[in-house]
């Protein structure tokens, strides 16, 4: 079965660029969206976007200036970057994935917490 | 885009059912059956509940049920559990090709 993992740098310090990874394990890439999700403390779930396995892209709109998806198909690896990052993008990152662009999301990745701080 | 909209808190006893409502517009949940829900539990990975407004992965309760009526979605849960104690949340395709989520629900079993 299809297993996904996030990894990242836990803490940053603002304005910094965040990266995260999310390994895929159990399936190829191909033919599906693989999407990032995040959580902050307190509050729900945010969609940030999504990269196809042609490598097209997606992005909420409130984070699209700063958002950049990638896919490394040969690694079974999918990225973010995030950039100018503040104390609002604190939060637990999900990765997940997707059979189509509106598709529902399953599995997930465990999620890895993200702390921006001075 | 402007997340849907959910109540805060429902809650229910034990064998009781309880409906948790998801309202977008006619942008967004009105205009597809492409509505699904997740269920979080505190330190976990949200899981898939339901998909396409009223699908049933393998392996989910038929206590869960969902619905659409307008732009306003629903989730049903029958003969609430203990372990149905958790934070709901709805999610919309949108007709940006977006994807939108509520702003969830925390179920509370008496």
């Known amino acids: 079965q299809v297993q996904l993992q996030e990894s990242g740098p836990g803490l940053m310090k603002p304005s910094e660029t965040l990266s995260l990874t999310c390994t895929v394990s159990?399936?190829?890439?191909?033919?599906?969206?693989w999407t990032w999700i995040r959580q902050p403390a307190g509050k729900g779930l945010e969609w940030i976007g999504r990269?196809?396995?042609?490598?097209?892209?997606n992005y909420n709109p409130s984070l699209k200036s700063r958002v950049t998806l990638s896919l490394d198909t040969s690694k079974n690896q999918f990225s973010l970057k995030l950039t100018s990052v503040t104390a609002a993008d604190t939060a637990v990152y999900y990765c997940?994935?997707?059979?189509?662009?509106?598709?529902?999301?399953?599995?997930w990745g465990q999620g890895t917490l993200v702390t921006v701080s001075s | 885009q402007s997340a849907l909209t959910q109540p805060a808190s429902v809650s229910g006893s034990p064998g009781q059912s309880i409906t948790i409502s998801c309202t977008g517009t006619?942008?967004?949940?009105?205009?597809?059956?492409?509505v699904s829900w997740y269920q979080k539990h505190p330190g976990k990975a949200p899981k898939l509940m339901i998909y396409?407004?009223?699908n049933r992965p393998s392996g989910v309760s038929n206590r869960f049920s969902g619905s659409k009526s307008g732009n306003t979605a629903s989730l049903t849960i029958s003969g609430l559990q203990a372990e149905d104690e958790a934070d709901y949340y709805c999610?919309?395709?949108?007709?940006?090709?977006?994807?939108?989520f509520g702003g969830g629900t925390k179920l509370t079993v008496l």
């Open positions: 159990g399936d190829s890439m191909s033919i599906y969206y």
């Open positions: 396409d407004v009223s």
């Open positions: 999610c919309s395709y949108t007709s940006s090709t977006t994807l939108v």
């Open positions: 990269i196809y396995s042609s490598g097209s892209t």
């Open positions: 997940a994935r997707a059979l189509w662009e509106g598709g529902w999301f399953d599995p």
């Open positions: 006619s942008s967004d949940v009105g205009s597809y059956n492409y």
